[in-house]
């Protein structure tokens, strides 16, 4: 043979004439091709076996998976639905608590003195002194008085002052005419007329008087213009 040969391509020349010898040999010998076509069938009956055992593993394995997964994926949807209900369970309601109704009876402010709350807005006297109230003034009363007995103003004047009862009325009149005044006396009872006598004669003294015509009450005086 030659040297350049390549190996591979003998060994199948080889196991071609092996081959081809064979199925002569087989041709002519009865039995043994009927014995090798029994072992051929006996190889493709366990090729076939094979190839269906081998596609149940898979079918068998891919099941197996997807049931894991399915029963992990369920696991976890129940874990979490668990979870969910337990977090909504262990919430904790809110407490209400009732007490008893207070019985505290209400305070009242007690009547204040406006004379010693310095909150007050009421006007007090100051202090150290005494509030002046006017006596009571009697009904009837008609009290007249004279300042002075004379003047040397031109025309004289006189003043003359008293006390009655609110609403009186109360006159004073030169006995010879001349002059007079009237008043009514205010809700104070206190009253105060000034008279102008005029021509009244200088350096004589002249009669005056003065009281309540309503109460037919009068008071006489002496008058003089001094000049």
């Known amino acids: 043979m030659n040297d350049?040969?390549?190996?591979?391509?003998d060994d199948l020349l080889r196991d071609a004439l092996r081959g081809h010898a064979d199925r002569v040999a087989g041709a002519s010998d009865p039995g043994r091709l009927e014995r090798?076509?029994?072992?051929?069938?006996?190889?493709?009956?366990?090729?076939?076996?094979?190839?269906?055992?081998?596609?149940?593993?898979v079918v068998v394995g891919g099941a197996l998976l997807l049931g894991r997964g399915g029963g992990d994926?369920?696991?976890?949807?129940?874990?979490?639905?668990?979870?969910?209900?337990?977090?909504?369970?262990?919430a904790p309601r809110p407490t209400v608590t009732t007490g008893p109704t207070s019985t505290t009876p209400e305070t009242t402010t007690p009547p204040t003195d406006p004379t010693t709350d310095p909150t007050s807005?009421?006007?007090?006297p100051p202090e150290g002194t005494t509030p002046v109230t006017p006596p009571k003034i009697v009904p009837g009363?008609?009290?007249?008085?004279?300042?002075?007995?004379?003047?040397?103003?031109?025309?004289?004047?006189g003043i003359y002052t008293g006390r009655a009862a609110p609403g009186t009325t109360v006159r004073?009149?030169?006995?010879?005419?001349?002059?007079?005044?009237?008043?009514?006396?205010?809700?104070?009872?206190?009253?105060?007329?000034?008279?102008?006598?005029?021509?009244?004669?200088?350096?004589?003294?002249?009669?005056?008087?003065?009281?309540?015509?309503?109460?037919?009450?009068?008071?006489?005086?002496?008058?003089?213009?001094?000049l």
């Not at 350049?4 to 391509?9: L, M, N, R, S, V």
């Not at 976890?76 to 909504?88: M, Q």
């Open 172 to 226: 004073v009149q030169a006995k010879d005419g001349y002059g007079s005044a009237q008043t009514i006396v205010d809700a104070t009872g206190d009253w105060r007329l000034e008279v102008t006598f005029t021509g009244a004669p200088a350096n004589q003294p002249f009669e005056v008087w003065g009281g309540c015509p309503d109460l037919q009450a009068k008071t006489i005086f002496e008058f003089t213009w001094v």
């Open 36 to 57: 090798r076509m029994t072992r051929v069938d006996r190889r493709r009956t366990a090729a076939r076996i094979g190839s269906v055992a081998a596609v149940g593993i």
């Open 73 to 90: 994926d369920a696991q976890d949807t129940i874990t979490t639905g668990s979870s969910a209900v337990e977090e909504t369970t262990s």
């Open 121 to 124: 807005t009421t006007s007090a």
């Open 141 to 157: 009363t008609c009290e007249v008085a004279q300042e002075s007995d004379s003047s040397t103003a031109n025309p004289p004047v």
């Open 4 to 9: 350049d040969a390549d190996p591979i391509a």
